[in-house]
């Protein structure tokens, strides 16, 4: 009979050794940062904090529901800017999303890193900042913010939409191709009809996502409950900001309700 | 017929997939392809409507050369090949009408296509087909609310609706339980005879080509090792296109299952006793 061992141990000393100083590191670090983080606070600001959040809290309370009729326009506004801005977001994302997946890339050594770049370029900056810049060069304005909110969501949805492509079942695309159909055939029937659930999905959600951005680009002048939130704000009407809130607050959870039944109606 | 040359495939890693295949294929002959895994079968299929880019060598359909064509002219003559898969290969999320008639694509214009207005003719065959195969009431239907059989004569309508001179089909049966399977393979014969259609059957199961086929060519490592009627397909025959070791150890194997089934059934006798 050989002897076979009785201990067995899920990582080697030297693994165990190297995690246990990488937690060592992690506290070390946790310390370090709290100390320069405390270094300049005031701490009578923050053990008056509970004080003031009830002082702003009472404010707040009730809010001024007379104030709602006011708010229905710029809902209105604020709903227009995030649709229509994510229908340009689809717009344009969808051809960079074919030209960055590597299976339908027509080049990959040009084109797909041009596209992968737009993608990266729009996902870097905030949708706000993209408001400011585009305020500062359209002027204020509905525009601006639909511009903003679409150039935000290209790179969203062309990133998800590049990598459902990409995941697609090349046995289809096979199939299709074995017919003797043009690339474009095979785009429409081989390609297309894997990724139409993903593309529902994809831009419900980012739809539901720019709701809640459209609502506070107003802040920077792009229109929209935003403009009234930051009016409210400027005459310290905080009983009108607590309306603003809801208002945003109802939306979003409407928009959810819609975009989760779009999304379970598509699967 | 079918006249293939010296074909080669290299793949770009270096590994030989095929070493100058020669066979010729008459018209209406259904011809089983057998061979360990990995021994090129897929890739010799693949290679004759150049899904795969052979390296070297020339492969004729009824005096038309397939080797060098351009992307245009190789569209237009894929739709003479018909090609069946392994696991159906169909689009999921279209309709099983819409699958067989994607079989004409190759005739039809993108806009024809896009807007799923095909022409009369080629409507009325895909109904005579979908009839043939079994399916007439499903043809509304989305592919994958099917059964695997049911797909698989998806998959050859689809294949047919091409009117192809040649079928190419990989592992038919493969994805398929043994009683489906068989009822798949008579149908495929069936519809070559009707048809006159010749075809190259991607095969694992030895039996089933042995039942099945007219004519039977062994792959062993890219080279064809064997060329002959099944009856011919002896235990030797099979020891040279499989590896002896394996053919014994599967054999072994066999072995030792019916010997454990002889225990277990003592076994019970005893219990029962």
Same mark, same amino acid.
């Given at each position: 009979?050989?002897?076979?061992?009785?201990?067995?141990?899920?990582?080697?000393?030297?693994?165990?050794?190297?995690? $246990?100083? &990488?937690?060592?590191?992690? #506290?070390? /670090?946790f310390?370090?940062?709290?100390?320069?983080?405390?270094?300049?606070?005031?701490?009578?600001?923050? $053990?008056?904090? %509970?004080r @003031?959040?009830?002082?702003?809290?009472?404010?707040?309370?009730?809010?001024?529901?007379?104030?709602? %009729?006011?708010?229905?326009?710029?809902?209105?506004?604020?709903?227009?800017?995030? !649709?229509?801005?994510?229908m340009?977001g689809?717009?344009? +994302?969808?051809?960079?999303?074919?030209?960055?997946?590597?299976n339908?890339?027509?080049?990959?050594?040009?084109?797909?890193?041009?596209?992968?770049?737009?993608?990266?370029?729009?996902?870097?900056?905030?949708?706000?900042? $993209?408001?400011?810049?585009?305020?500062?060069?359209?002027?204020?304005?509905?525009?601006? &913010?639909?511009?903003?909110?679409?150039?935000?969501?290209?790179?969203?949805?062309?990133?998800?939409?590049?990598?459902?492509?990409?995941?697609?079942?090349?046995?289809?695309?096979?199939?299709?191709?074995? !017919?003797?159909?043009?690339?474009?055939?095979? /785009?429409?029937?081989?390609?297309?009809?894997?990724?139409?659930?993903?593309?529902?999905?994809?831009?419900?959600?980012?739809?539901?996502?720019n709701?809640r951005?459209s609502?506070?680009?107003?802040? #920077?002048?792009?229109?929209?409950? &935003? /403009?009234?939130?930051?009016?409210?704000?400027?005459?310290?009407?905080?009983?009108?900001?607590?309306?603003?809130?809801?208002?945003?607050?109802?939306?979003?959870?409407?928009?959810?309700?819609?975009?989760?039944?779009?999304?379970?109606?598509?699967? | 017929?079918?006249?293939?040359?010296?074909?080669? =495939?290299?793949?770009?890693t270096?590994?030989?997939?095929?070493?100058?295949?020669? /066979?010729?294929v008459?018209?209406?002959? *259904?011809?089983?392809?057998?061979?360990p895994?990995?021994?090129?079968?897929? !890739?010799?299929?693949?290679?004759i409507?150049?899904?795969?880019?052979?390296?070297?060598? =020339?492969?004729?359909?009824?005096?038309?050369?397939?080797?060098?064509?351009?992307?245009?002219?190789?569209?237009?003559?894929?739709?003479?090949?018909g090609?069946?898969?392994?696991?159906?290969a169909?689009v999921?999320?279209?309709?099983?009408?819409?699958? #067989?008639?994607?079989?004409?694509?190759?005739?039809?214009?993108?806009?024809?296509?896009?807007?799923?207005r095909?022409?009369?003719?080629?409507?009325?065959r895909?109904y005579?087909?979908?009839?043939? *195969?079994g399916?007439?009431?499903?043809?509304?239907?989305? +592919?994958?609310?099917?059964?695997?059989? @049911?797909?698989?004569?998806?998959?050859?309508a689809?294949?047919?609706? @091409?009117?192809?001179?040649?079928?190419?089909?990989?592992?038919p049966?493969?994805?398929?339980?043994?009683?489906?399977?068989?009822?798949?393979?008579?149908l495929?014969?069936?519809?070559? +005879?009707?048809?006159?259609?010749?075809?190259?059957?991607?095969?694992?199961?030895?039996p089933?080509?042995? @039942?099945?086929?007219?004519?039977?060519?062994?792959?062993? +490592?890219?080279?064809?090792?064997?060329?002959?009627?099944p009856e011919?397909?002896?235990?030797?025959?099979?020891? !040279?296109?499989?590896?002896?070791?394996?053919?014994?150890?599967?054999? =072994?194997?066999?072995?030792?299952?019916?010997?454990?089934?002889?225990?277990? #059934?003592?076994?019970?006798?005893?219990?029962?006793?």
């Amino acid at each position: 009979m050989t002897e076979f061992p009785q201990t067995w141990a899920f990582r080697t000393p030297r693994a165990r050794l190297a995690l $246990w100083f &990488g937690w060592l590191c992690l #506290v070390a /670090l946790f310390v370090y940062c709290w100390q320069v983080m405390t270094s300049t606070t005031i701490w009578m600001f923050i $053990w008056d904090a %509970p004080r @003031q959040a009830a002082d702003i809290g009472s404010r707040m309370f009730p809010p001024r529901l007379s104030y709602l %009729p006011e708010l229905m326009i710029p809902l209105w506004d604020t709903l227009n800017m995030a !649709t229509l801005g994510t229908m340009l977001g689809v717009i344009l +994302a969808v051809p960079v999303a074919f030209l960055a997946a590597r299976n339908t890339t027509p080049s990959a050594l040009i084109l797909r890193p041009v596209a992968l770049f737009i993608i990266v370029a729009s996902r870097s900056i905030n949708s706000l900042i $993209w408001a400011l810049l585009l305020v500062a060069i359209l002027g204020p304005g509905l525009l601006a &913010g639909i511009i903003a909110i679409g150039l935000r969501s290209i790179g969203f949805i062309g990133k998800l939409m590049y990598e459902a492509i990409e995941e697609t079942d090349i046995r289809q695309i096979e199939a299709v191709t074995a !017919t003797g159909a043009s690339p474009a055939q095979v /785009l429409n029937y081989a390609i297309v009809p894997q990724i139409m659930p993903a593309f529902w999905g994809i831009t419900v959600f980012r739809w539901d996502i720019n709701i809640r951005e459209s609502a506070i680009l107003g802040l #920077v002048g792009a229109g929209g409950l &935003g /403009l009234k939130l930051q009016a409210s704000l400027n005459t310290l009407a905080w009983p009108q900001v607590t309306t603003i809130l809801l208002v945003i607050l109802a939306t979003v959870i409407v928009s959810e309700w819609v975009s989760a039944r779009v999304r379970s109606a598509i699967i | 017929m079918l006249t293939v040359t010296d074909l080669t =495939k290299t793949y770009k890693t270096g590994d030989k997939a095929l070493a100058e295949v020669s /066979l010729t294929v008459p018209k209406g002959q *259904v011809v089983g392809l057998i061979g360990p895994s990995g021994a090129g079968k897929s !890739t010799l299929i693949r290679c004759i409507n150049r899904l795969v880019e052979p390296t070297s060598g =020339k492969i004729a359909l009824s005096g038309a050369e397939l080797t060098g064509l351009g992307p245009r002219a190789l569209r237009r003559e894929r739709r003479r090949i018909g090609m069946i898969f392994q696991e159906y290969a169909l689009v999921e999320r279209l309709t099983v009408m819409e699958n #067989v008639l994607s079989g004409r694509l190759g005739y039809v214009s993108f806009w024809q296509s896009f807007t799923r207005r095909f022409p009369s003719a080629d409507i009325e065959r895909a109904y005579r087909l979908l009839d043939r *195969v079994g399916l007439m009431e499903h043809a509304d239907k989305r +592919a994958d609310a099917l059964s695997g059989g @049911q797909r698989q004569r998806v998959g050859i309508a689809r294949a047919l609706s @091409q009117e192809p001179e040649l079928l190419l089909v990989d592992e038919p049966t493969a994805s398929l339980d043994p009683k489906t399977s068989r009822q798949i393979m008579r149908l495929l014969i069936e519809i070559c +005879a009707e048809r006159g259609l010749p075809a190259i059957v991607n095969i694992h199961d030895v039996p089933l080509a042995q @039942q099945f086929m007219q004519r039977i060519i062994g792959l062993r +490592a890219g080279r064809v090792v064997f060329d002959g009627p099944p009856e011919q397909l002896t235990e030797s025959v099979l020891t !040279t296109i499989y590896g002896a070791e394996d053919w014994t150890a599967m054999r =072994k194997d066999g072995e030792a299952d019916r010997v454990a089934e002889a225990e277990a #059934v003592a076994r019970l006798a005893m219990i029962s006793a």
